[in-house]
């Protein structure tokens, strides 16, 4: 069924995420709030700063106008620290009952607000739905096979969303578990950051290996405090998306992360490119404490970030802890 679906967020992701979208048969509106950029993006059809070499279907519509994108399926594909903002220039032109599928991953600062909340929050007619999962946007934007999930509250809903913009190339699963979809998407950030200072103080592979390990085990346990699924943090949007968010330079958190180990300054770490767990850390950790969940990697990256640790006192610290039973 060919449809009109609007995207919210002309960068890497949302770019990809419009050729996919275009590749399942619909047109689609893609919507950036730079005007100079969107006008050149209108005009070349490509994103080549952003994402090189993919160029955007004839049936892909660069907007400027936030209101030309208010569609009455829509994907939000900004960072999860501008979503509320996003949300709140649409409000006035969203449609009843919009099916809003959010592809952010993240906590917002300040508020402790998953991205379902900040949807029911700001748009409360809307129905909201996670989309997450191992996926770099070159990948996606190129083609290239990617299996992602799909949550939404009602499972029904989640999989005619998935049918919606599933492709052969772009493999969707659903799932009724928002918050498990959430929390798997926002904590590997924290724990793609925490692999990379490994990598990046040249502590080995093993290291890596176990920094990764004691990561899920603390995004299971988070998981477990919030009422989701097990077998939601096993699949693609948890363990999955953990395995290729901490093994790679592609992940802006594991090169960020990679360079704060390499004794880089803090603020010159991202390289000019945004780390969305740099954000999420210290909402993560300070929700979990509200649960009682002990999340001691979590935790020292948020101490490194906020300047409380210095990345060798981190290491020594997580090295010296005393032994446990493994859980």
């Known amino acids: 069924m060919n449809a009109a679906i609007g995207i919210l967020g002309a960068g890497a992701w949302g770019t990809a995420l419009a050729v996919a979208v275009s590749r399942a048969g619909h047109d689609v509106v893609l919507w950036g709030r730079d005007a100079a950029a969107i006008a050149a993006l209108r005009r070349t059809r490509e994103n080549a700063s952003?994402?090189?070499?993919?160029?955007?279907?004839?049936?892909?519509?660069?907007v400027s106008?936030?209101?030309?994108?208010?569609?009455?399926?829509?994907?939000?594909?900004?960072?999860?620290?501008?979503?509320?903002?996003?949300?709140?220039?649409?409000?006035?032109?969203?449609?009843?009952?919009?099916?809003?599928?959010?592809?952010?991953?993240?906590i917002e600062q300040g508020s402790g607000r998953f991205v379902s909340e900040i949807i029911a929050d700001v748009l409360p007619s809307a129905r909201p739905a996670i989309?997450?999962?191992?996926?770099?946007?070159?990948?996606?934007?190129?083609?290239?096979?990617?299996?992602?999930?799909?949550?939404?509250?009602d499972e029904?809903?989640?999989?005619?969303?998935?049918?919606?913009?599933?492709?052969?190339?772009?493999?969707?699963?659903?799932?009724?578990?928002?918050?498990?979809v959430e929390i798997g998407?926002?904590?590997k950030n924290v724990l793609a950051i925490a692999a990379g200072i490994v990598a990046g103080a040249g502590l080995g592979e093993s290291a890596r290996a176990a920094t990764?390990?004691?990561?899920?085990?603390?995004?299971?346990?988070?998981?477990?405090?919030?009422?989701?699924?097990?077998?939601?943090?096993?699949?693609?949007?948890?363990?999955?998306?953990?395995?290729?968010s901490a093994a790679s330079a592609q992940s802006r958190n594991f090169a960020f992360g990679q360079a704060l180990g390499r004794g880089e300054p803090l603020g010159e770490a991202g390289?000019?490119?945004?780390?969305?767990?740099?954000?999420?850390?210290?909402?993560?950790?300070?929700?979990?404490?509200?649960?009682?969940?002990?999340?001691?990697?979590?935790?020292?990256?948020?101490?490194?970030?906020?300047?409380?640790m210095q990345v060798r006192e981190a290491i020594a610290t997580l090295t010296e802890r005393p032994q446990r039973a493994e859980t």
């Open 271 to 308: 390289h000019g490119k945004l780390a969305e767990g740099a954000f999420t850390a210290p909402a993560l950790v300070a929700k979990a404490a509200t649960r009682g969940v002990e999340m001691p990697l979590s935790a020292t990256v948020a101490a490194i970030l906020d300047g409380r």
């Open 65 to 106: 106008a936030i209101a030309a994108a208010a569609l009455p399926v829509m994907i939000a594909a900004v960072p999860t620290q501008a979503l509320a903002g996003v949300l709140a220039r649409l409000e006035p032109t969203a449609p009843a009952g919009l099916a809003l599928i959010a592809a952010a991953k993240g």
């Open 156 to 180: 029904a809903f989640a999989a005619e969303l998935a049918a919606l913009i599933g492709s052969a190339g772009f493999r969707i699963y659903h799932s009724a578990d928002m918050r498990g």
């Open 131 to 153: 989309l997450s999962g191992p996926s770099f946007a070159a990948d996606v934007g190129r083609g290239l096979p990617t299996a992602v999930t799909l949550a939404a509250g």
């Open 185 to 187: 998407g926002a904590a």
């Open 212 to 244: 990764v390990t004691r990561g899920f085990a603390e995004m299971r346990r988070f998981a477990a405090a919030l009422g989701a699924r097990p077998e939601t943090l096993m699949g693609l949007s948890g363990l999955g998306d953990l395995m290729l």
């Open 50 to 62: 952003l994402l090189p070499g993919v160029v955007l279907p004839e049936t892909v519509e660069p």
